[in-house]
């Protein structure tokens, strides 16, 4: 018998807001100001206590705090967390347990005390080790810091530890690219996220960007270092398991994998997403906001929507192709769906995909144009050949 989705466990995301300085790329909901923090606890453990008050004891195995700069947090301040999470979840015995830790932030004290509160995973925001390229993104740390911030993780008992980088930055080499990968490597993570830097609106970079000052990268080295990126990791041992992201043999991270494969999270604090079977909402980007709600007792939240049958259908092909595969009996099955047959013989032939029992495997070549592939084997839903078949849903 199928699973009800409710009772399988989902993730917790628990947003902390706070940045010791703004890193000019950066936009994600984050503040310089604490003076708010100690109303910013007792807010999140009011939102997780009403959210319990109608959604009793839902089973959870992953946590993750991110932000912002979690590893501001002083232990004291994630056991009070971790209580209210316990009195309102029932949580795994196996839970993964990820804190985002700023390389410029970290004390071996307090990692050690985070270790005896049961976090069992830390992703570190390294994004370089050339201390040019750190000061270029405004980062807080050095490359020393960050070497020393993971020694330090490794010495109190941490195991399972990712490394986020950034490539594509203005002139940046390839060569410097596939260097900072060398270094990343021989510190042994479980785990790496590989991001291209973004020129997200809103962001200072995005002004120095349209003003002129500053010169993104071309997409022929993006894609280059893409694709060094593919080859230096897999040869060396980890895992392509998502488009970004790779990890050494089951250190895939549980948490981001609830949301790439549509399953179940709640997240708190401001700006955190939640998705509960076909319902997703998401809280207010302002701290003043979030504790005034909270304060009155009402849930922070910014906005909702219900997610159609063909946004479902748009996600499962997305998520599923950044993954590196695409199951065309499941999207049969779940969605009377198939794609284009002459795109599929089209794409097999230049080389995107391997075909074997209905399920098509991004090839490294596939992988560098994935999401154009998944607007692809769209078009025919788009038009309205699927959208057709769910107009009464
Ligand atoms: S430390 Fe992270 S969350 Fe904070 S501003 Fe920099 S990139 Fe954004």
Same mark, same amino acid.
């Given at each position: 018998?199928?699973?009800?989705?409710?009772?399988?466990?989902?993730?917790?995301?628990?947003?902390?807001?706070?940045?010791?300085?703004?890193?000019?790329?950066?936009?994600?909901?984050?503040?310089?100001?604490?003076?708010?923090?100690?109303?910013?606890?007792?807010?999140?453990?009011?939102?997780?206590?009403?959210?319990?008050?109608?959604?009793?004891?839902?089973?959870?195995?992953?946590?993750? *705090? %991110?932000?912002?700069?979690? +590893? /501001?947090?002083?232990?004291?301040?994630?056991?009070?967390? @971790? &209580?209210? $999470?316990?009195?309102?979840?029932?949580?795994?015995?196996?839970?993964?347990?990820?804190?985002?830790?700023?390389?410029?932030?970290?004390?071996?004290?307090?990692?050690?005390?985070?270790?005896? *509160? %049961?976090?069992?995973?830390? +992703? /570190?925001?390294?994004?370089?080790?050339?201390?040019?390229? @750190? &000061?270029? $993104?405004?980062?807080?740390?050095?490359?020393?810091?960050?070497?020393?911030?993971?020694?330090?993780?490794?010495?109190?008992?941490?195991?399972?530890?990712?490394?986020?980088?950034?490539?594509? *930055?203005?002139?940046?080499?390839?060569?410097?690219?596939?260097?900072?990968?060398?270094?990343?490597? @021989?510190?042994?993570?479980?785990?790496?996220?590989?991001?291209?830097?973004?020129?997200?609106?809103?962001?200072?970079?995005?002004?120095?960007?349209?003003?002129?000052?500053?010169?993104?990268?071309?997409?022929?080295?993006?894609?280059?270092?893409?694709?060094?990126?593919?080859?230096?990791?897999?040869?060396?041992?980890?895992?392509?398991?998502?488009?970004?992201?790779?990890?050494?043999?089951?250190?895939?991270?549980?948490?981001?994998?609830?949301?790439?494969?549509?399953?179940?999270?709640?997240?708190?604090?401001?700006?955190?997403?939640?998705?509960?079977?076909?319902?997703?909402?998401?809280?207010?980007?302002?701290?003043?906001?979030?504790?005034?709600?909270?304060?009155?007792?009402?849930?922070?939240?910014?906005?909702?929507?219900?997610?159609?049958?063909?946004?479902?259908?748009?996600?499962?092909?997305?998520?599923?192709?950044?993954?590196?595969?695409?199951?065309?009996?499941?999207?049969?099955?779940?969605?009377?769906?198939?794609?284009?047959?002459?795109?599929?013989?089209?794409?097999?032939?230049?080389?995107?995909?391997?075909?074997?029992?209905?399920?098509?495997?991004?090839?490294?070549?596939?992988?560098?144009?994935?999401?154009?592939?998944?607007?692809?084997?769209?078009?025919?839903?788009?038009?309205?050949?699927?959208?057709?078949?769910?107009?009464?849903?």
């Amino acid at each position: 018998m199928e699973q009800n989705r409710i009772d399988s466990p989902l993730g917790i995301y628990v947003h902390i807001p706070f940045c010791e300085k703004k890193c000019f790329y950066c936009d994600f909901y984050s503040i310089e100001n604490h003076s708010q923090r100690d109303e910013f606890i007792a807010s999140l453990v009011s939102e997780i206590g009403h959210f319990s008050s109608t959604h009793p004891k839902l089973k959870a195995d992953t946590i993750f *705090l %991110g932000g912002g700069t979690p +590893s /501001f947090l002083k232990p004291q301040e994630v056991e009070q967390l @971790l &209580k209210a $999470l316990h009195e309102a979840f029932d949580i795994s015995d196996q839970v993964e347990f990820t804190m985002e830790c700023n390389p410029g932030t970290v004390d071996t004290a307090h990692l050690s005390e985070y270790r005896q *509160l %049961g976090v069992n995973r830390i +992703s /570190f925001g390294v994004q370089s080790f050339f201390d040019d390229e @750190l &000061k270029f $993104l405004q980062r807080i740390h050095t490359s020393q810091e960050a070497v020393e911030a993971f020694d330090k993780a490794r010495k109190v008992g941490f195991e399972n530890i990712n490394i986020d980088l950034m490539y594509a *930055l203005p002139d940046q080499p390839v060569e410097r690219h596939l260097t900072n990968l060398g270094r990343a490597i @021989l510190l042994n993570p479980t785990h790496l996220s590989i991001y291209a830097l973004i020129v997200e609106q809103g962001t200072s970079l995005y002004s120095a960007v349209a003003g002129g000052e500053i010169q993104p990268a071309d997409d022929e080295t993006e894609a280059a270092m893409y694709e060094a990126t593919m080859s230096f990791l897999t040869g060396t041992g980890y895992t392509h398991y998502e488009v970004s992201n790779y990890s050494k043999p089951g250190r895939e991270c549980r948490h981001n994998l609830k949301y790439w494969n549509s399953q179940d999270y709640i997240g708190f604090g401001p700006s955190a997403h939640s998705h509960l079977e076909k319902d997703r909402w998401w809280n207010v980007s302002s701290l003043k906001d979030y504790i005034s709600r909270t304060h009155d007792k009402v849930l922070p939240i910014a906005s909702r929507e219900t997610l159609t049958q063909s946004q479902i259908l748009d996600e499962f092909v997305f998520l599923n192709l950044r993954q590196g595969k695409l199951d065309l009996n499941q999207l049969h099955a779940k969605f009377m769906f198939d794609p284009d047959a002459e795109f599929v013989s089209k794409a097999l032939e230049a080389g995107y995909f391997k075909r074997s029992d209905g399920i098509l495997y991004l090839s490294n070549k596939g992988f560098t144009v994935c999401d154009e592939i998944a607007k692809e084997i769209l078009t025919k839903a788009i038009e309205g050949r699927y959208l057709a078949i769910t107009a009464g849903e």
